[in-house]
């Protein structure tokens, strides 16, 4: 099993729609989760870290499940910007951010 | 706000020859990475360096590839004899600690000829 497992889609989804992509790891012991998401040839930009208790930036909101560990990802009101690679990050406590393979979002007019 | 940079941002070279891809954390970070990317494909882990020294590194990072940390600021990885496979993207990426996101540089983007 992959120390982190992503969907890699692509999702193809109608502007407007919310669209929820989640994002398994291996390791109970691990720590800190975030999420990226990257632009095409571009470098990964942190999206938001998850925490505990889940949080919620704007149109994007971020659980955790510790005991199913899992985190998601929920995007509502998608608009077309928002058409990246989406990266799940696991820190297990190490010096190495273990990182999934990316779900590939992709919304239509 | 600061931010990692890359030098360059693309680089040409010859396959067999030695290139170094140069980075600058954030100045506070204690923690520095590099990863590549192959077109279209996942980002992939090469090595961690904390403390003046490599903490982890991936099977990809052979004896082919080292990295520096000379003068306290730079954070450069060099590739001895280039083959047409390490053509990638290069990203360098820093981080204070603990369990703290990491910051990505622009990337260096390689290619092999």
């Known amino acids: 099993r992959k120390e982190v497992e992503q969907d890699p889609g692509p999702f193809n989804v109608p502007e407007g729609a919310t669209v929820a992509f989640n994002c398994t790891y291996s390791?109970?012991?691990?720590?800190?989760f975030f999420w990226y998401r990257q632009d095409c040839r571009k470098e990964p930009k942190l999206l938001m870290s998850v925490y505990s208790s889940g949080n919620e930036d704007g149109r994007f909101t971020a659980q955790l499940n510790r005991a199913s560990q899992y985190i998601s990802l929920l995007i509502r009101d998608s608009k077309l910007s928002d058409s990246a690679t989406y990266l799940c990050v696991v820190n297990n406590g190490g010096y190495q951010l273990i990182w999934g393979a990316g779900t590939k979002l992709i919304i239509k007019p | 706000e600061p931010e990692v940079t890359q030098t360059p941002s693309h680089q040409v070279t010859q396959m067999g020859q030695e290139v170094i891809l140069r980075c600058v954390p954030i100045s506070n970070h204690l923690y520095f990475y590099w990863y590549r990317q192959i077109l279209g494909q996942k980002v992939e882990f090469l090595v961690s360096f904390y403390n003046n020294e490599i903490s982890e590194k991936s099977e990809i990072f052979d004896d082919q590839f080292s990295v520096e940390r000379p003068d306290g600021s730079n954070f450069t990885l060099k590739i001895r004899s280039t083959k047409l496979e390490d053509s990638a993207m290069y990203f360098c990426?820093?981080?204070?600690?603990?369990?703290?996101?990491?910051?990505f540089g622009q990337g260096t983007r390689l290619t092999v000829v």
């Open positions: 390791n109970s012991a691990s720590q800190s």
């Open positions: 990426a820093s981080r204070v600690g603990g369990d703290t996101e990491a910051f």
